[in-house]
């Protein structure tokens, strides 16, 4: 998947994350995280994060992540959202 412009998900609720990606030109995921646990769980929402654009064969974006306390399944869910708005894929229909 190309990301062709910037694209955004969730909120800054409690228990959301909001993610934005933007496309990159040079090579590899650049994740700007603000959480208030980033100290205690960091490194495991960026590796979601870098798991999750990677399986949607996503190399290269630069991600703004602002979390306040969002599950895993959430951060996958708003990464796979944005990715798709980002490149365009937004209003095609997933299920039949």
Known sequence: ????NAG???TLESSDIMITLHPKTDEGIEIVLES???QQFG???NTTITETL???GIHSAL???KDRG???CTIKARVETAA????GLDNLEVYP
């Open 36 to 38: 208030p646990a980033k």
């Open 84 to 87: 798709m708005r980002a490149a």
């Open 43 to 45: 490194k495991a929402i």
């Open 54 to 56: 990677m399986g949607l």
């Open 8 to 10: 955004s998900a969730g």
């Open 1 to 4: 998947m190309e990301l062709r």
């Open 63 to 65: 991600v703004e992540a």
């Open 70 to 72: 969002a599950l895993d």
